[in-house]
């Protein structure tokens, strides 16, 4: 997998330098057709090169970089001109979003080796004087939609100066396998491809914080279909939607320590806790129910074989939580039940604030009850699957993902207490 800590640690350490050494240039107003070429951020500049209207790709043989500029413009055309994000083309420390300032470069291209030897498919370069960056991709990875998504992804978090490889991620998934970017994906004769959901992790593990950046237990790469779910919003929750994910980018008060879950409360309606948002995320991904057609029929192909052990067997319809699987920090434990009636009854007893759902499954749709108060109730169909859902969702705190303290990885100790079903 394309591995960008090190350079997440370089863009942190880094952030805030401001050029001197820009030269003078010409402002323009509205980007043209034609965005131009750059010679400052030169590195292999003398290596053969080959342009489309927004991107200069070097080093690659001519049929490889028509690909690699396919690809990059139908991303281009998709996030930049369809869905409004900013272009990296320009300048991150220039003009607000709407009054952009002029001039719009060729975002660069290089094939480069060297990175494979990081054990990267790609890395994004930013140029902190410059405002820019560019890309490095392995041979093999050219023509890579997922990787060039990826990589396109965190050259435009970039431009909005705010960096989450989640948000990468989510681009990528976006990109490739979401008909979001059919339309422009089709204009370059570029195909789209299998969902990039990782279910070992992102259901296998889904006790971990939400977003852990830790190494060794490191999940930031997985866990966005959170931002898939609040982007469908399929439970219409007020502040949710198609633009969410890009006004979290923009109401994200720079250099503060807020989180990304600080800023959803903040553009959520009344009514509406991001604590609610979370239980019901991982209420849906008890059946991968989030408006993501290729990630549910990959965790359909995918189900049997995932870690489901989170609780122990005390007898008698009681269970509790196994001390290592405890949810951390807005993550949660999926139980799928066994019906022995139709009727099921659930209690459910914790240290802690939680938020607990049953998700019933049937043939062409899931509905979710909500436990009020520890207590739950649901009468099953006859072809109704059923799993019981607790998310720790406390109150927000400010973490830092790269170093998570115990606090924040100290899972919710509950118990549960079942009719009619078992575990
Ligand atoms: C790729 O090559 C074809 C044929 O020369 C050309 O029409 C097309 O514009 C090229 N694509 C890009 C993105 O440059
Ligand atoms: C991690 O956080 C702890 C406090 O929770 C702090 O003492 C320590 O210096 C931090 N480590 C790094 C590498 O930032």
């Known amino acids: 997998m394309v591995n960008f800590t090190h350079l997440l640690t370089l863009l942190i350490a880094q952030y805030g330098i ?11 107003a509205s980007p043209p057709s034609q965005y131009a070429a750059n010679r400052l951020l030169d590195g292999l500049s003398d290596d053969p090169y080959q342009d489309s209207a927004h991107f200069r790709v070097y080093g690659a043989d ?8 396919g690809i990059l413009e139908a991303a281009h055309q998709c996030f930049v001109q369809d869905l409004g994000w900013r272009t990296p083309g320009l300048d991150n420390k220039k003009g607000r979003v709407g009054k952009e300032v002029g001039p719009w470069y060729k975002m660069k291209v290089y094939k480069d080796e060297t990175i494979s030897i990081r054990s990267a498919a790609g890395a994004t370069e930013p140029n902190y004087d410059m405002g820019l960056a560019l890309l490095r991709i392995t041979e093999g990875y050219l023509t890579s939609p997922r990787v060039l998504g990826h990589e396109f992804g965190h050259a435009m978090h970039f431009s909005e100066k705010r960096w ?3 948000v990468a991620n989510f681009v990528a998934e976006l990109y490739v396998a979401t008909p979001t970017c059919d339309q422009a994906r089709s204009v370059f004769g570029v195909r789209g491809g299998d969902s990039i959901i990782h279910l070992t992790r992102v259901i296998g593990d889904s006790h971990q914080v939400i977003v852990d950046a830790t190494s ?13 779910y609040i982007t ?37 309606g009344r009514g509406v806790g991001v604590q609610k948002v979370i239980g019901r995320y991982w209420a849906r991904m008890a059946y991968v129910d989030i408006g993501n057609a290729k990630a549910q029929s990959k965790f359909n192909l995918e189900r049997k074989s995932l870690n489901y052990a989170n609780l122990d067997d005390l007898g008698h319809g ?25 009727k099921v009854s659930v209690t459910v007893m914790a240290d802690g604030s939680y938020t607990a759902t049953l998700a019933v499954k049937g043939g062409s749709s899931t509905r979710y009850v909500e436990l009020n108060g520890g207590k739950g109730e649901v009468t099953l169909a006859s072809d109704e699957g059923l799993s019981l859902v607790v998310a720790n969702t406390p109150t ?4 830092d993902a790269f170093n998570i303290s115990a606090e924040l990885n100290r899972g919710l100790i509950y118990s549960v207490q079942l009719f009619g079903a078992i575990v």
């Open 232 to 268: 469908n919003s399929p439970d219409s929750y007020s502040g949710l939607g198609k633009q969410i994910v890009l006004d979290m980018i923009r109401k994200y008060p720079l250099n503060s320590n807020e989180t990304p879950l600080h800023t959803i409360e903040r553009l959520l």
């Open 18 to 28: 401001i050029a001197t050494a820009l030269p003078r240039q010409v402002r323009q």
């Open 216 to 228: 060794g237990s490191s999940n930031h790469y997985h866990a966005w279909p959170f931002l898939s």
């Open 164 to 166: 989450w490889e989640t």
């Open 62 to 69: 001519a049929a490889t970089a028509n690909k690699t500029l």
């Open 318 to 342: 009681r269970y509790m939580v196994k001390a290592a699987r405890a949810p951390r920090y807005m993550g949660a434990n999926i139980i799928p039940l066994k019906a022995s009636a139709s």
């Open 396 to 399: 927000l705190v400010q973490y």
